[in-house]
């Protein structure tokens, strides 16, 4: 009877062993994860920012200065109002 019971808790230590051990694999794994996202959001955040940046000089050469600015504030606001459809639409 007893060696029955060191048996089981002896098996059920070896099985919080194996899911430590998973659980460790997997956690590294998504912290690794999530690093490369920050990492790709910066990136977004950059690319786009050059991008309006960009669109406001073009159209400030054409434009006036304020013109420019409405334009590209405008430009923006689209996008963030597509990003946040788009983003609600992946939610539900």
């Known amino acids: 009877m007893i060696k029955a019971i060191v048996d089981l808790v002896i098996a ?4 919080i062993e ?12 998504l912290g690794w994860g999530l690093v490369f996202l920050a990492i ?12 309006l940046w960009g669109l406001y000089q073009y159209f400030a050469i054409l434009l006036s200065p304020a ?15 597509v990003s946040g459809w788009i983003a609600n639409r992946r939610v539900r």
């Open 67 to 81: 013109a420019s600015a409405l334009i590209v504030s405008l430009v923006a606001l689209v996008l963030a109002v």
């Open 18 to 29: 194996t899911m430590t051990r998973s659980m460790h694999r997997a956690i590294v794994n």
């Open 40 to 51: 790709t959001l910066l990136l977004i955040i950059a690319s786009m920012l050059f991008f």
């Open 12 to 15: 059920f230590l070896g099985l």
